[in-house]
């Protein structure tokens, strides 16, 4: 008569502890990334890009008419500078 084992213990070789393959214990429930400062630069870069590319495009009569403006020493003053810088600040952070 043959007894054959029971189960798959085997005296040689320790046995394999069960379990689900690949557990991860959370210690808390939120999911988080975090994005490198290189990363960030980036996509700062790319949405001035985005901006820059959908800004009106510039005139360049204008832009000669401000210019011969400019080199009148009359036009620069507290008046036409405060405007200026007003909006600016507008457009930076308004």
Do not use: C, W
């Not at 084992?5 to 379990?19: F, H, L, Y």
């Not at 210690?27 to 800004?55: M, T, Y």
């Not at 009148?72 to 200026?84: F, I």
């Amino acid at each position: 008569m043959t007894i054959d084992r029971i189960g798959s213990i085997d005296p040689i070789q320790p046995e394999k502890k069960t379990g689900r393959a690949g557990h991860v214990n959370r210690a808390s429930g939120a999911d988080s990334i975090n994005i490198s400062a290189a990363a960030q630069e980036k996509a700062e870069l790319f949405r001035v890009q985005e901006l820059a590319a959908a800004a009106p495009e510039t005139r360049a009569d204008r832009i000669a008419e401000l210019r011969e403006k400019i080199k009148d020493p009359a036009y620069l003053n507290d008046r036409v500078m405060n405007a200026t810088a007003d909006r600016l600040i507008d457009a930076l952070f308004g």
